[in-house]
């Protein structure tokens, strides 16, 4: 069955360093890739979606790798500011119209 | 919330009762998915929609059926609760079936 692993559940950084986050998927092999940002009572929102040919995209602060040998993705946010403290969901193409997610990686920026 | 609502927002209901929760989104996207979150598990996917009155079954749809007679509404409803059907049911919607979703504020069920 697939397998979706955020390697950290939670992962404490000082403001103004770099915050890299770990997704890493088995029995998978997915089209795309999605990233989400999850507030304490809210729903997720979408930050970016990197597609199995990209190496790489980037946002603002926000970089994200896809490595489809490793079968992996590496979520970056640059300056790290305590506004980004927040769960950050990975997810994955399942079937034809669903995906699957993560369990999020939970992390705490520190001023 | 990107034109989602969910309703209510909180219910607490006793184990046996039926339940229906409500989705309903201004942005006229085909697509809308019923998505549940529990601690430990992530976000699991319970069914989905493709169309009005195209449905179809995700993850974990047992003790769940849906209905979408309008596009703009996505019915769940739990026909006799559990209390393992506790939990905080999201909605989300989106373009097509390889887009981005964009997600609701959430129910929070309990089931006592």
């Known amino acids: 069955s697939q397998k979706i692993e955020q390697n950290s559940e939670a992962l404490n950084i000082q403001e103004g360093k770099t915050a890299t986050l770990t997704c890493n998927y088995t029995?998978?092999?997915?089209?795309?890739l999605q990233w989400y940002r999850q507030d304490p009572g809210r729903g997720p929102v979408f930050l970016l979606l990197?597609?199995?040919?990209?190496k790489e995209k980037r946002k603002e602060r926000l970089k994200v790798t896809f490595d489809t040998t490793l079968k992996q993705s590496l979520f970056h946010i640059t300056a790290s500011q305590p506004a980004d403290s927040a769960t950050y969901l990975c997810?994955?193409?399942?079937?034809?119209?669903?995906?699957?997610f993560g369990t999020g990686t939970r992390l705490t920026v520190i001023p | 919330d990107a034109g989602i609502t969910q309703s209510p927002r909180h219910k607490v209901t006793e184990t046996g009762t039926p339940v229906t929760l409500r989705c309903h989104q201004t942005?006229?996207?085909?697509?809308m998915y019923w998505y549940r979150q529990d601690p430990g598990h992530g976000l699991r996917l319970i069914h989905y929609?493709?169309?009005?009155?195209?449905?179809d079954k995700g993850e974990v749809s047992d003790g769940y059926s849906v209905s979408r007679s309008k596009t703009e509404d996505f019915l769940l409803t739990l026909e006799s609760a559990t209390s393992s059907q506790t939990s905080v049911y999201f909605c989300?919607?989106?373009?097509?079936?390889?887009?981005?979703?964009?997600f609701g504020p959430g129910t929070r069920l309990t089931v006592t």
């Open positions: 989300a919607i989106s373009v097509t079936g390889a887009s981005e979703q964009y």
């Open positions: 029995n998978y092999s997915p089209a795309y």
């Open positions: 990197i597609r199995e040919n990209e």
């Open positions: 997810a994955l193409r399942g079937g034809a119209n669903n995906l699957f």
């Open positions: 942005e006229n996207h085909r697509y």
């Open positions: 929609s493709y169309g009005v009155k195209d449905t």
